[in-house]
Structures are given as C-alpha cells and as structure tokens.
C-alpha cells in the first residue's frame, strides 16, 4: 500500500498501533511518493530521509494520536534544530536552526516523523508560491497554474498524496488560499489556539497562527485537539477545546450570515458565487437560516492596517537580520516586495503602529458583536481558482518605485504597497479580516468549476469556536460534498 491510498493521517497512525504496518514503511512510501511527484511539484526544498527512516526505526510510538506518520514542516518559521530554516530567501540560504520550536515539539510529541521542509515564498509575503530562491510550486491539477501561498508546497505535497496533511501557517490566508486551489481542508484557528515560541511569541502581532492542511475532518479534528494548549507565557492565552465539544453533532440549528461581495470591492468570480450558494443551499436544507449581511468591517481599511503591520514587523525581521549578518541590507539581498516592506517600516512612527494595533482591538470587538447575532460568516474562500504562474507580474514602473522606496514620504510608500499588492488581493480579499481579529475559519473543498479546478468556501466564527465549524466541515463530509 502506497501513502496517497491511506485514509487519512488517522487511519496510518491505528495502523501503527496495531502493528499492522511499521512507521519505516510510512516513511519509505512517503518518500518514494516524494520521489517520483516533486520534480514536476516542486514542493519540497529541503529533506531529511536517512534521519527520517532512523526515527521510524528507533522512536517509541506507543499511544501517540499520530504515530509513525510521515510529515513536512513549512519553511517559514516552524524551526527544527539543526536543520535549514530559509524563509524562502537567499539571506537565509545557508542558515540552520539552533533549537526547535515549540510547534515543532508538539508535532514530533504526538508522533509525527518529519521528512523535510516545503516550499514557500520569500518570508510569506505573498498568495502563491514562487520564491526566488527556489522558484514555483506547481498545482498538480494545472502545471502551469501555481499551487497558492504561502503554504503552496504543503498544499502541493497533501493533494499528491506525498503525506496526508502538511504542517503550514497562516498569517492573511496562507492556510485557506492553498487549501482553496488544491481541494483540501484548510483551518486557520483562533489566535492563541496552538503553541508559540520560543523563536516568536506574537507573529505578525498575533496575526499569524501554526496549524496544518488536511484531506479528512477526524484528522483535523484529532490535530487540533492534541496540539491546542493554553500557554501562560504565550500573548494570547485561550481556554482550551473539551474533547466532547469537537466529537459531538451540532445540537442546534445555526444562523448564517452570507456575504457574496467582496471586502474591498473588487470582482468575485461566477464560480465562487456558485461555490457559496451549494453551501448556501445545502444548509438551508439542512435547517439551518441562511441570510443575507452587510460587510461588518471596512474591508479597504482593515487591508491598509494590515499593510502597516507587515511593514513595520517585516523592518524589525529584517533590522535583525542586518545585526546578526554585521552589514546593512541592499536592495539586491531579497525579492522587491520584501524590500518595499523592509523600507516602508523604517518610516511608520510608533503611535502610528499602536493606532493600528488598537484598530484590531475594535475590529475584534466588532466581530463579538457580529457573532452575537449570527453563529457563523459563509464568504468565498478565493474569488477566483489557482492563477497562472506569473499573473500577478509587476510592471517595471512599479518596481522601479518599489526599489526606490526610501525616496518617498510614508503615506505614498503606503499607496505603493498597496498597489503592489493590488492584483493579488483581488484574488483572495476574504481571507485576512480573521487574521486580524483572531478568530478561526475554515476553507471547505466544495466546488470544482468547469475545468476541474478547486475553489473552496470559507466559514468564520467567533473566537473560540472552532467546534461550530468542524461540526458544519463534518455534516458537509458525511453527505459526500467534498469535491
């Protein structure tokens, strides 16, 4: 039996536990899948096998929820010691890690054994996946479209069947997008959910969560309960999810909030229209009220404090890379996006930066409140399915402005950031409101436009409630409406 003929991450690990298949078998189908799928993917940018197989070999596996089941950490954060951390760029081409994150702790404790690192773009900037230092990572439904950002060649590798799910981050949608453009499920939980640190505590001010892409709701139901914690030297402390909570059916019927149009105005695609209203009709079959809302955020706003953030945090990233290399950093050292960012941050004064951070706060209130009247927010995940390699192409003037950042006062380097990001927002404009507020979603796989091509639906709710959203992912999963 191959790796892509399993279930799910559930079905290896009983497997295991009942003897009926030994870890270092899991490895070496997971590997040899790697093998033969990566040259056309080009997902997997760094490998640990032989470490991998000795593991399989010699860890005790007895009563771990994952056991012997094979498992690729993004390269972006998720550090592993000893092994290479790039973050998607040539400053870090050659850097290891000296210690292993907290996450990546929790992983191996449950019993994950961690075959390498998937690829990513240059710090996670961006809604697809198309570094510099390693190039494209393809969908596997459509080569020459590009598999999604930045959890592209997680995505990748799970929808290949390389390993049933994939570690992967969201800091603006970097779980959902992908998991919309390759058919998978992609849950981004509430802030505070999973752990953090020791190498960061509060990415991008909370912004950015650890979690995975999966195929099957029991495996991201089983994940989310083994690796949740409430860490008390974490910024954000949450009560932990009882057992009973993510096992049980919904006992009541849910009010919906449906939302079509996009958050900053820009066009949504016939097909995500379509996407949502089969789910739409699918729970108004099932009981539940599904109507119509009016956006509750100001979507343009919220994608302007958000730019603001990315700046200044990518400038303090940065700033402390220049100290540790002992040399200022060029234009000629990272992708321009990075560099914009890198020169935006040095300009954003700090009661500018803490207004922006207060924004959030509001906005988190506002979604209590929101979540008062209804239980759930059901909105595209994508506008659009997997773009083309190469759409979202700058052209020269902007670059060139880009490059030149420095040059310009604050507030235009802001309009540049924004028109930087332009066409690739419009893509995906649903998905980084909850990043801002903290609260979970979910991106079901439940539509597939005409030409084969995945676009899934997201799901929101209040902070804390990724119960209400495995519980609805699973009522779509038993009437078969994943696609």
Known sequence: MVANEWLDATAMAQAVLRGEVSPKELVKESIERSQTVNPKLNAIVDTRFEK??????????????????????????????????????????????????????????LGFIILGRSNTPEFGFKNISDSSLYGNVNLPDDMSRNAGGSSG????????????????????GSIRIPASFNGLIGLKPTRGRIPVGPSSFRGWQGASVQFALTKTVRDTKRLLYYLQTCQMESPFVLPTLSKASLVQ???????????????????????????????????????????????????????????????VETAAMLDGLAASLGRDLTVNDMEVMSWALYQAGQKIPAKCYSKVLSQW????????????????????????????????????????????????????????IWQMFADSLAWTPFTQQANLTGQPAISLPLYRDAQGLSLGVQLTAAKGREDLLLALAQSFEEQSLFV
């Open 361 to 416: 706060d509001q906005y988190s209130h506002r979604m209590a409140l929101f979540h008062e009247k209804y239980d759930l927010l059901l909105t595209p995940t994508t506008a659009e399915t997997a773009p083309k390699h190469g759409q979202f192409q700058l052209s020269a003037a902007l670059k060139n402005d880009l490059m030149h950042l420095a040059d310009f006062d604050s507030s235009r380097q802001q309009e540049l």
């Open 153 to 172: 060649g997680a995505a990748a590798l799970v929808s290949s069947g390389v390993s049933p799910l994939a570690a992967a981050s969201d800091g603006g």
């Open 249 to 311: 059916p919904l006992e009541k019927k849910l009010k919906v909030a449906l939302l079509l149009d996009s958050p900053i105005g820009s066009s949504v695609s016939s097909s995500a229209i379509s996407a949502v209203q089969k789910a739409a009709k699918y729970l108004e079959d099932a009981g539940h009220r599904v109507e119509e809302a009016a956006q509750p955020l100001d979507g343009i706003e919220a994608m302007q404090s958000y730019y603001m953030m990315n700046s």
């Open 52 to 109: 991998a197989l000795q593991e399989a070999q010699n860890r005790d596996f007895s009563g771990k929820p994952f056991a012997g089941v094979p498992l690729f950490l993004k390269d972006l954060g998720q550090e592993q010691s000893g092994e290479l951390s790039t973050s998607g760029s040539p400053l870090l081409a050659n850097y290891r890690a000296s210690h292993s994150d907290n996450y990546v702790k929790a992983l191996e404790n």
